[in-house]
């Protein structure tokens, strides 16, 4: 099993920058791929970017690409979203997934609680 705990949420401005961040404790956190996904009222959840378990590769949903960094941290068992230049639509619940297939949109097995991110425009 794999118990994953998100933190960093919070209210912001349209342009403003946000890091969340994920612990992750459990099984072998360097073993496994590690994804964002983010789920906006009355919409389903929905991928957001995700890294490989070495932190070598990285694959992003289109909407993000280019304003959205993920990254990981294997002797601190974390994986981090550094979102730049928010928007409005980004507003929504982010949860952090275990084990995403590789160059994937799809969801892993384990999930978060989630932390909201509210983007006023």
């Known amino acids: 099993q794999v118990q994953l705990v998100e933190s960093g949420g919070g209210l912001v401005q349209a342009g403003d920058s946000l890091r969340l961040s994920c612990a992750a404790s459990?099984?072998?956190?360097?073993?496994?791929?590690m994804g964002w996904f983010r789920q906006a009222p009355g919409k389903e959840r929905a991928f957001v970017a995700a890294?490989?378990?070495?932190?070598?590769?990285?694959w992003y949903a289109d909407s993000v690409k280019g304003r959205f960094t993920i990254s990981r941290d294997n002797a601190k068992n974390t994986v981090y979203l550094e979102m730049n230049s928010l928007k409005h639509e980004d507003t929504a619940v982010y949860y952090c997934?275990?084990?995403?297939?590789?160059?994937?949109?799809?969801?892993?097995?384990?999930w978060g609680q989630g932390t909201q991110v509210t983007v006023s425009s």
């Open positions: 890294i490989s378990w070495s932190g070598t590769s990285t």
């Open positions: 459990g099984r072998t956190f360097s073993s496994y791929n």
């Open positions: 997934n275990s084990n995403p297939p590789a160059w994937t949109m799809r969801r892993g097995d384990y």
